[in-house]
Antibody, heavy 117, light 110 residues
Framework: EVQLVESGGGLVQPGGSLRLSCAAS????????MHWVRRAPGKGLVWVSG????????TFANSVKDRFTISRDNAKHTVFLQLSSLTAEDTAVYYC??????????WGQGTMVTVSS | QSALTQPPSASGSLGQSVTISCTGT?????????VSWYQQHPDKAPKLMIY???KRPSGVPDRFSGSKSGNTASLTVSGLQAEDEADYYC??????????FGTGTKVTVL
């Protein structure tokens, strides 16, 4: 079964950092753009960041630009999201998703990030 | 990067139909035929229901259909079933941004 599994979430203090991972299995990982999407408690889905299949192109939502970094290791079938300068507004479930034909066809189960002192 | 506009809620009786709108601009919904729709049940991951405005992935019932006119896309769920009760989100490709989600609609099956 095609699968994405996120990890790395947790409780972090304001101003802190965290690195999320998303491990892919059972598909040709290097052939797809990958994205991160988040959902804050009581709020809707928000696209956060995306990376091209070879890692040469990265894009970010304005709200996280200059604070978050996205990268990937195609040999390990894993995409990463480095979160820094975190605020309470970054508290959310973070999902990774596969991009197929300009839609997100495969999603992970999500990993919770809580920013609180 | 303003979110696409969806009604906060929609409802219909078992077996009836419900239609959810998704309004954007000429820079997103109106500019590309890359509108997709997602269903999300509580504490579950989102699920792709419609892509490229009106195409259904394998395994999605044909009760789900999508369309677009100008800057507004729509999702129709026909023959409502209890398991259709969920949050629904539209999404559009928007060029350089490159993606924007809708505000979300909670569908209630009466």
């Amino acid at each position: 079964e095609v699968q994405l599994v996120e990890s790395g979430g947790g409780l972090v203090q304001p101003g802190g950092s965290l690195r999320l991972s998303c491990a892919a299995s059972r598909f040709t990982f290097s052939g797809y753009w990958m994205h991160w999407v988040r959902r804050a408690p009581g709020k809707g889905l928000v696209w956060v960041s995306g990376i091209s299949n070879d890692g040469s192109i990265t894009t970010f939502a304005n709200s996280v630009k200059d604070r978050f970094t996205i990268s990937r290791d195609n040999a390990k079938h894993t995409v990463f999201l480095q979160l820094s300068s975190l605020t309470a507004e970054d508290t959310a479930v973070y999902y990774c998703a596969r991009d197929t034909r300009y839609s997100f066809d495969i999603w992970g189960q999500g990993t919770m990030v809580t920013v609180s002192s | 990067q303003s979110a696409l506009t969806q009604p906060p809620s929609a409802s219909g009786s078992l077996g009836q139909s419900v239609t959810i709108s998704c309004t954007g601009t000429s820079s997103d919904v109106g500019g590309y035929n890359y509108v997709s729709w997602y269903q999300q049940h509580p504490d579950k991951a989102p699920k792709l229901m419609i892509y490229e405005v009106s195409k259904r992935p394998s395994g999605v019932p044909d009760r789900f259909s999508g369309s677009k006119s100008g800057n507004t896309a729509s999702l129709t769920v026909s023959g409502l079933q209890a398991e259709d009760e969920a949050d629904y989100y539209c999404n559009s490709y928007a060029g350089s941004i490159p993606y924007v989600f809708g505000t979300g609609t909670k569908v209630t099956v009466l």
